[in-house]
């Protein structure tokens, strides 16, 4: 409990999310920049619903519930109401990539000044496992039985997505919760990106054992191979 | 005695958000509401301290709004028809966080597209649109004066009782220019941060959810006080009309010329549809007297009437959903209706 950053709120440790689930470690990274940074007065962070939620009570600083798939619509409203807040967006693939791409692709392409974190598990984790934009072809979900077909669309490439319309001195990477230590390097960037008044996503790659039905050796293996679907790496350094 | 002006509504909805200290717009453009984001855009080009986003969507407006009041800015945004409908989801999270929220709503004919400028259409929408009970404050101004100063209460009712505050109008109000000498108010409101660590809006219990929206119904329920009717005529009426809005207007002017001719005809016009002024209208409506609902719209002002107060006498309606009521038609109507 010691090791914890003083970011986060020890009240509510241990956290509600399932055991083995990747979201802790990337809330932890955040939280262990926030504090690295000195950052804890200007940080803000909007949470999106899905399992994303369940970080409501974990950090010391400034956050808050919005809607599915509308957290950088109103982190942005936030942003643009107070330009010296740190505004991070906290969303699953479903919630960026599905519902909320409008505004996501929005805000990249007007290079809006915000630090988005999407936690990408391939499923709708909360509501119990149904097929999302990143759910890889022929990976079984709830809503894709027999697998993904390439009729039901490719798996969906957000960081290379955003590159192609933002802007050039945004600041795009993949990340995973396998590499904590270059994942906080990632989200460092993207705050000080953020800061130099820039658009900044980090995409996180994150198991879910609990939906993908794997025991603990499998889920390392899953979450190694994810890595050949989606490449790891800054986009556009 | 103030200088005539020559203004829209929708000039008149700027000057009024302006003038009480709001500093931040979010829109998308929509007819008969478009005016607002750009005269709201030319005034930020000579004020540096005002500032706006046109967003990709009504979607992204609204939840803008949440954003800058979380942050502690007076923002607002403005829309009609199937943008008040886009709008909901954002109203909503206002609703339950208790975000200073304002929208001008100016209505438009629908279902769907429809046309573009005259409607009571949005009635219930707006009172009770999202999931959830509808903890809104509503303005129905009659007229441009009263358009000027009901936006400036949806200001200062939002941040004062923290429910999210509309003024709903239509585009006759708001595209229309007309002589004025407006009465300007130029006491600017203050706003604070609200965002704070760990704000909840997702609860794990049952119960958890109902303990907290006791607390903001038993709120609104205080704020029952701001309710107010225009009555107009009531004393010795035999006939009491009920309707808001531009459409009360039109029914204004049928009555002056029905009372030359002797007929006892009283208008009772909700200024605020939420909170709904019961108590004022059960006074008046609770006598026998004939009531007449008059609306742009299928009985939407009755329905939240009749939902709220008993009306003892005969009712009849005049519905003429989507469409222009001139004082003529009223006229007419009322002629017909009308038994001493």
Sequence with gaps: ?237 | MSEVINITGNELVVQAAADIGACLMFGYPITPSTEILENWVNLCQANKDLDYLQTEDEIAAGFGVCGATLAGKIAFTASAGPGNVLLQDSISMAESMRLPFVAIIAQRGGPSSGTVIYSQQETILTVHGGNGEGLRIVYAPGDPQELYEMTQAAFVSAWKYRFPAFVLTDGYLCKTKQNLALRRNLKKISAVKIAKPNMRNCFSMEEELFEKLQIDLKDFEKISFMSQAEEDGVKDANLVVVAYGTVAASVKEALIKLREEGLKIALLRPKTLSPFPSAQLSRILSKGKKVIFVESAQGQLELLTRAKINITGEINRYNRPAMGITPEEVEDFLKKEYRE
């Design chain 1, 1 to 237: 409990m010691n090791n914890l950053p003083s970011t986060i709120n020890e009240k509510n440790i241990p956290h509600s999310f399932c055991p083995g689930c990747g979201h802790p470690i990337a809330l932890h990274a955040i939280a262990s920049v926030i504090e690295k940074m000195a950052l804890g007065k200007e940080a803000v962070v909007g949470l999106d619903i899905g399992c994303s939620l369940l970080a409501w009570n974990l950090y010391n600083f400034d956050s808050f519930h919005t809607h599915h798939g509308r957290t950088v619509s109103t982190m942005l409203g936030f942003k643009r109401a107070n330009p010296k807040s740190l505004a991070i967006v906290y969303q699953g693939d479903g919630g960026a990539y599905a519902i909320g791409l409008q505004s996501l692709l929005t805000s990249a392409h007007r290079d809006d000044p915000l630090t988005v974190i999407i936690i990408n598990n391939t499923l709708y984790a909360m509501t119990g496992g149904q097929m999302s934009p990143t759910t890889v072809l022929g990976e079984k979900t709830s809503t894709t039985p027999r697998g993904r077909n390439i009729r039901q669309g490719p798996k969906f490439l957000g960081p290379e997505t955003i590159k192609e319309l933002a802007s050039e001195r945004a600041y795009i990477a993949r990340g995973s919760v396998e590499n904590p230590i270059e994942l906080e390097t990632m989200i460092r960037k993207a705050l000080e990106r953020q800061r130099a008044g820039h658009f900044a996503f980090v995409e996180v790659l994150s198991p879910c054992p609990v939906n993908w039905k794997t025991a603990a050796h499998e889920t390392f293996e899953r979450l190694n191979e994810l890595k050949t679907e989606y490449r790891l790496g800054e986009l556009n350094e």
